[in-house]
């Protein structure tokens, strides 16, 4: 059975900063890239960040590039997303993802991914 369990998530002023983390079970967490969406209120889920099974690459959506940096642990089977400079805009449930299949590349759409987390609220405020 895979889980994933988000943590992290709360209220930040607007410039703070938050760190996200993802811990997943259930499968062979070195094997699959991973990734991080967020969805906001009456709006569709948003790729945010993905990073390659070593970490060796990522890639980012455009909207937080040069603030939200992923990475992960193998040996803690945990991925992390810091966030800095937040903004208002990136109110949102941020979730973790896990592809249908191991290795292959960083995927950015929601359809590339099996399994998710509950998700965990961020919400900047001014």
């Known amino acids: 059975q895979v889980q994933l369990v988000e943590s992290g998530g709360g209220l930040v002023q607007a410039g703070g900063s938050l760190r996200l983390s993802c811990v997943v079970s259930?499968?062979?967490?070195?094997?699959?890239?991973m990734g991080w969406f967020r969805q906001a209120p009456g709006k569709e889920r948003q790729f945010v960040a993905g990073?390659?099974?070593?970490?060796?690459?990522?890639s980012y959506g455009e909207a937080v590039k040069g603030r939200f940096t992923i990475s992960r642990d193998n040996a803690k089977n945990t991925v992390y997303l810091q966030m800095d400079s937040l903004k208002l805009e990136d109110t949102a449930v941020y979730y973790c993802?896990?592809?249908?299949?191991?290795?292959?590349?960083?995927?950015?759409?929601?359809?590339?991914?099996?399994?998710w987390g509950q998700g965990t609220q961020v919400t900047v405020s001014s």
């Open positions: 993802a896990l592809p249908r299949s191991s290795g292959g590349y960083v995927w950015t759409q929601t359809r590339q991914y099996l399994h």
């Open positions: 259930g499968r062979t967490f070195s094997q699959y890239n």
């Open positions: 990073i390659s099974v070593d970490g060796g690459d990522s």
